[in-house]
């Protein structure tokens, strides 16, 4: 099967389906990497943060398959912002990944409290595209006003803004920012795991009666139809599973289309609420954590 590609605004291509890897401990990240690159996908998604790098590079050598066919992205954590340790963040995090080139480097968040680091972090990730070592920049729960104040003081625009959207909580208003930067919208919690791994104030997204309804008439799952949701509106999926079954189903989603109808359905139940951490509460006090050497 050949996996749509999406072109970033450097030019470079994206497959439009990723494999996500949060909370996969660090022991089983390899195992699940491994069935992921067997089924098909070609593009993982890690995190400094997660502490799993190593596990997915592991995987990624182990799989055969050329390193050029492989689109591996990363993101750099907080505690890494600043011009030189965020330089230093991509030695570290390309040292686990076993790799020289990274081909997505992300900031995992906005320091808005301290947005003068952040945009520190930022100039060093500009200087790693312009030395090779990355192939495309980007940012992850960048609120309109932070791509703002980023494009004023900044030179390349993110190639990638990676954020919570699911049927529970669109962020429309992201998303058109996004689009009018001319960044790929890439949404987390694409099937709603934060609506089910985490106490919130809503159902899990799995259970929504609208969503079930629309999976039964194509004999797909409630994560599928999901999944086909993002797709048909242009955005990049991560679904994340440890679980051989489910990182097949949620791969199987190519053989089906959504009418207008029923996106429009999807998104009406769009509640406004996140499940992720404010933008606002997130500090180095609350959020730091020591990200290892290589
Ligand atoms: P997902 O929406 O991908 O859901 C993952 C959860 O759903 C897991 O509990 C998984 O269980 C379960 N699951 C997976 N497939 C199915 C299925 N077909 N049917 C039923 N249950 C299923 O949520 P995530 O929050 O993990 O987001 C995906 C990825 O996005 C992350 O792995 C990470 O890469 C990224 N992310 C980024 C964040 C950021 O701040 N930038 C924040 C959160 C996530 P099991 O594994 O047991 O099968």
Same mark, same amino acid.
């Given at each position: ?13 994206m497959p439009q389906i990723g494999f996500g890897v949060y909370q996969t401990p660090p022991q089983e990240t390899t195992a699940a990497v491994e069935t992921a690159l067997s089924t098909g996908y070609r593009h993982i998604d890690t995190a400094a943060a997660y502490l799993n790098e190593r596990g997915v590079g592991d995987a990624i050598r182990n799989s055969g398959i050329p390193r050029s066919e492989i689109f591996i992205e990363t993101k750099v ?180 289309? =959504? ?29 730091? =954590? ?5």
């Amino acid at each position: 099967m050949t996996i749509p590609q999406l072109t970033l605004n450097n030019g470079i291509t994206m497959p439009q389906i990723g494999f996500g890897v949060y909370q996969t401990p660090p022991q089983e990240t390899t195992a699940a990497v491994e069935t992921a690159l067997s089924t098909g996908y070609r593009h993982i998604d890690t995190a400094a943060a997660y502490l799993n790098e190593r596990g997915v590079g592991d995987a990624i050598r182990n799989s055969g398959i050329p390193r050029s066919e492989i689109f591996i992205e990363t993101k750099v954590w907080i505690t890494d912002y600043g011009y030189d340790t965020t330089l230093h963040a991509f030695d570290k995090a390309a040292g686990k990944l076993g790799v020289d080139q990274i081909d997505l480097l992300i900031l995992h968040q906005a320091l808005p409290g301290e947005f003068g680091r952040t945009i520190d972090a930022y100039r060093a990730l500009e200087q790693l595209l312009a030395d090779g070592k990355v192939r495309a920049i980007g940012v992850s729960n960048f609120m309109r006003e932070h791509l703002t104040r980023l494009r004023s003081e900044t030179s390349i625009v993110p190639a990638v803004n990676q954020i919570e959207v699911h049927p529970y909580f669109r962020q429309t208003d992201v998303l058109t920012s996004d689009e009018e930067y001319g960044i790929v919208s890439q949404a987390w919690s694409p099937i709603g795991g934060i609506t089910f791994y985490r106490d919130g104030s809503h159902g899990s997204t799995l259970e929504d009666p609208v969503i079930n309804r629309i999976a039964e008439n194509y004999g797909k799952t409630p994560a599928q139809v999901m999944l086909r949701w993002h797709l048909q509106q242009g955005r990049q999926v991560i679904p994340k599973s440890v679980t051989p079954s489910r990182i097949a189903e949620n791969f199987d989603v190519f053989d089906f289309d =959504l009418t207008t109808t029923e996106l429009g359905e999807i998104d009406a139940l769009d509640t406004g609420v996140r499940g992720g951490p404010e933008p606002e509460v997130v500090t180095l006090e609350k959020f730091g =954590l020591d990200i290892p050497e290589a």
